[in-house]
């Protein structure tokens, strides 16, 4: 096995960085690198918050907010999730909230599954996982990007069709689907 498979010291050096872009939700910058092999280079890097993921399960059911994604030009199914804007807060203040503002729900108990890197190849993005259950309803608090939101509820039956199917295939939502069903394993031993 290769010897820097065993270790975590870097391979590569950041030589200089500099910003291309930012907004209120994202950095994006660019770093001259020098790889250990000698060989220099680039890196683009999308620096955003960490962000949290709710799986909303009460009863059977998961529910889902459909909206438009700009970027692949189509309306998803996914559970609800979002960043800070500011890093205000505990991970799970910031999962509470984002199940209110998207769907009105509020848990009687969350329970923290794990986090993953959303897309290490070209950001600095978490995602934290919880699992919201014991949901009442109340009332939604949308951003103006939320405008085209629609809440779902769909049996965890038909959830995990959709995703065998490639009706769900956003790798956030694999994801959490996997780190739940790991959890929900370990609780039957």
């Known amino acids: 096995m290769d010897s820097a498979a065993h270790n975590n010291s870097p391979t590569i050096t950041t030589l ?7 907004n209120r939700w994202m950095r ?9 092999n000698g060989e220099r280079g680039i890196y683009g890097v999308v620096d955003k918050p960490d962000a949290a993921l709710v799986l909303p399960i009460d009863r059977g059911r998961i529910w889902l907010v459909e909206q438009y994604r ?12 979002g960043a800070w804007e500011t890093k205000e807060g505990t991970p799970e203040e910031l999962a509470r909230g984002e199940l209110r503002e998207e769907t009105g729900l509020l ?3 969350m329970t923290y599954l794990g986090w993953t890197w959303i897309a290490y190849g070209y950001s600095s993005q978490r995602m ?14 949308r951003d103006a990007e939320e405008h085209d939101l629609v809440v779902r509820s769909l049996t965890v039956e038909k959830f995990e069709e959709m995703m065998r199917t490639g ?14 069903r790991l959890w929900k394993a370990e609780q039957k031993q």
């Open 70 to 81: 700009y970027t692949v030009q189509q309306r998803v199914l996914e559970p609800p999730q």
């Open 128 to 141: 934290h996982v919880y699992l919201a259950e014991k949901l009442t309803e109340g009332e939604t608090d």
């Open 107 to 109: 848990a009687g108990r």
């Open 16 to 22: 200089a960085s500099r910003e291309v872009y930012r």
């Open 28 to 36: 994006v910058r660019e770093d001259e690198i020098l790889r250990s």
């Open 167 to 180: 009706e769900i295939r956003d790798c956030c939502t694999l994801a959490a689907w996997s780190l739940y």
